[in-house]
């Protein structure tokens, strides 16, 4: 079993940045596909951005290309999620999860106000 933490949450505005990392535990962390996820109430949970083990390649959801990067940092059993060109719509709790587990962290809000 893998523990996962997310942080970097917080309230800007729009148009700002905010930088997600999940820092999760044990030796096979590195070898996970990770993906962020975010859920707003009343509305389904979220694919918005996938990693693989070696960060060789990404995958993003259409209305976050351009504007978010996923990366990783395997050594500090790490992944981030940059947030750029933030709009009210991204406003959710940012999850990220191991693809093909079912272990979740807490998450961390990310609301974008005026």
């Known amino acids: 079993q893998v523990q996962l933490v997310e942080s970097g949450g917080g309230s800007v505005q729009p148009g700002g940045s905010l930088r997600l990392s999940c820092q999760g535990s044990g030796s096979a962390f590195s070898r996970y596909i990770m993906n962020w996820y975010r859920q707003t109430p009343g509305k389904e949970r979220e694919l918005v951005a996938t990693i693989t083990s070696d960060g060789g390649s990404t995958y993003y959801e259409d209305s976050v290309k351009g504007r978010f990067t996923i990366s990783r940092d395997n050594a500090k059993n790490t992944v981030f999620l940059q947030m750029n060109s933030l709009k009210p719509e991204d406003t959710a709790v940012y999850h990220c999860?191991?693809?093909?587990?079912?272990?979740w962290g807490q998450g961390t809000q990310v609301t974008v106000s005026s």
């Open positions: 999860k191991p693809n093909g587990y079912d272990y």
